[in-house]
């Protein structure tokens, strides 16, 4: 008996119905990353794309990176390179983080620091440690759309963090009770944040840190762009501040997160978690039962570049980004029709552009892609799903001259929409 001709076909999709119907309730608040996706157009040559959060390769520092891996790889050295390690990190790379984080104001030790596959990861782990199905994660309202991601697995609720107009304290901790959780940390990027480009300032992160301890919540800060600064003058991060009020980081509730992503190469996933000892050691269990280690051979290499030329390397890209960041403001100046208003930032990899009420970023995301632009709608970086009138641009990626014909042609889309 012959069998019917689309029978592989259907017993394979009723195979794949059954195993999907076995996963985790979680997986439901999964969703693929519009920023991810909307990467694939950087392959085509006609668009200009303001969408991706990502370093110029252009400015990667490859012969660096290429005598680095060499003497990784020597005769000597492969048996360690090429060798599982320990989970805490490359005992080099974790001493060479030690001063950096010195130099901006935080004392810690190596065994404070963890080193991880990219600050993602961090965010991966810290969200699994403290939260609980229904506990509260307070964000920035917009936030970075990884964390989200990060967090939703873990099933939380959220709340906002403003350190301008925060809700009573009383207030906050009533509605995680409500909802049968607790308020577990609050996470936001302190210095040019992903999506705004927005830097809080000393008092606000102070305001931050006041409002930690009122809830008793952890504070989960992402610098990833803090080295991108192009005007004005650095300011302490929270963990620094912290510290500065108790004496000792291991009495402290910040969690930093450091990145080489931003500044090296994001290919290498290279980060790291600075905490209390307590807080280290939790997230060392965490990283062993999910990938042992970061890879050795990448912190050996990202160790060698980092003590060779990390300082000259950073002043390079705030040369090319600061112009780049100028050009894309002196440009939305020109071109965006009123009623369109954006951020300025001191500097990062962002501009945010809210667009006048009752426009959608995502509609109009279609038809700027007819005019080979892109960008990435607000919406997302929402915990709601609201605020669709926005969106954000990125500037690390194109030259000025290219900034300034994508955002003339972005400004006639818009002009059009309104």
């Known amino acids: 008996m012959s069998l019917p001709e689309n029978f592989a076909e259907?017993?394979?999709?009723?195979?794949?119905?059954?195993?999907?119907?076995?996963?985790?309730?979680?997986?439901?608040?999964?969703?693929a990353s519009?920023?991810?996706?909307?990467?694939?157009?950087?392959?085509?040559?006609?668009?200009?794309?303001?969408?991706?959060?990502?370093?110029?390769?252009?400015?990667?520092?490859?012969?660096?990176?290429?005598?680095?891996?060499?003497?990784?790889?020597?005769?000597?050295?492969?048996?360690?390179?090429?060798?599982?390690?320990?989970?805490?990190?490359?005992?080099?790379?974790?001493?060479?983080?030690?001063?950096y984080m010195a130099r901006h104001g935080v004392t810690c030790s190596r065994d404070n620091i963890l080193i991880t596959a990219?600050?993602?990861?961090?965010?991966?782990?810290?969200?699994?440690?403290?939260?609980?199905?229904?506990?509260?994660?307070?964000?920035?309202?917009?936030?970075?759309?990884?964390a989200l991601g990060a967090f939703n697995a873990y099933e939380p609720r959220y709340d906002r963090i403003d350190p301008q107009t925060n809700r009573p304290t009383e207030d906050v901790l009533a509605d995680a009770k409500a909802a049968g959780g607790e308020v577990k940390f609050a996470y936001l990027s302190t210095d040019f944040a992903n999506p705004t480009g927005v830097t809080l300032t000393e008092d606000q992160r102070r305001t931050v840190l006041s409002r930690a301890e009122a809830l008793n919540c952890a504070v989960i800060e992402d610098a990833a762009y803090q080295e991108l600064r192009y005007r004005g003058d650095a300011i302490?991060?929270?963990?620094?501040?912290?510290?500065?009020?108790?004496?000792?980081?291991?009495?402290?509730?910040?969690?930093?997160?450091g990145s080489f992503s931003k500044t090296l190469a994001p290919g290498l996933r290279v980060g790291w978690a600075v905490a209390a000892k307590s807080v280290i050691s939790q997230m060392v269990l965490t990283k062993q039962a999910a990938d042992l280690q970061t890879a050795t051979i990448n912190q050996i290499a990202v160790s060698e570049v980092a003590n060779g030329v990390f300082e000259d390397?950073?002043?390079?890209?705030?040369?090319?980004?600061?112009?780049?960041?100028?050009?894309?403001?002196a440009a939305l100046e020109r071109h965006m029709p009123e009623g369109v208003?954006?951020?300025?930032?001191?500097?990062?990899?962002?501009?945010?552009?809210?667009?006048?009420?009752?426009?959608?970023?995502?509609?109009?995301?279609?038809?700027?892609?007819?005019?080979?632009?892109?960008?990435?709608?607000?919406?997302?970086?929402?915990?709601?799903?609201?605020?669709?009138?926005?969106?954000?641009?990125?500037?690390?990626?194109?030259?000025?001259?290219?900034?300034?014909?994508?955002?003339?042609?972005?400004?006639?889309v818009i002009r059009t929409q309104m």
């Open 313 to 329: 390397h950073v002043a390079k890209l705030r040369e090319v980004y600061g112009v780049r960041l100028d050009a894309m403001l």
């Open 118 to 146: 990219g600050s993602q990861q961090a965010l991966d782990y810290l969200g699994k440690i403290f939260l609980n199905a229904g506990d509260t994660a307070l964000v920035t309202w917009p936030t970075y759309m990884g």
């Open 10 to 31: 259907n017993t394979l999709e009723k195979t794949n119905a059954r195993l999907t119907k076995l996963f985790a309730n979680r997986t439901g608040r999964m969703r």
């Open 236 to 257: 302490k991060p929270i963990l620094a501040l912290e510290i500065e009020e108790k004496g000792d980081i291991d009495a402290c509730r910040t969690i930093y997160l």
């Open 341 to 412: 208003e954006w951020t300025r930032p001191d500097g990062g990899m962002f501009v945010w552009v809210t667009l006048p009420r009752g426009m959608d970023g995502a509609e109009l995301l279609k038809e700027a892609l007819k005019a080979n632009v892109a960008f990435v709608p607000g919406g997302a970086f929402y915990a709601d799903g609201s605020n669709r009138n926005t969106l954000r641009l990125n500037f690390s990626m194109s030259a000025a001259a290219k900034i300034e014909e994508g955002i003339a042609r972005l400004g006639d």
């Open 34 to 99: 519009e920023i991810r996706e909307l990467l694939k157009l950087l392959d085509q040559p006609d668009i200009i794309s303001f969408a991706g959060g990502i370093p110029d390769p252009a400015y990667f520092p490859r012969e660096a990176f290429a005598e680095a891996m060499t003497k990784a790889l020597s005769e000597q050295a492969a048996a360690v390179a090429l060798q599982y390690s320990t989970s805490e990190g490359y005992t080099p790379l974790r001493d060479w983080i030690v001063g």
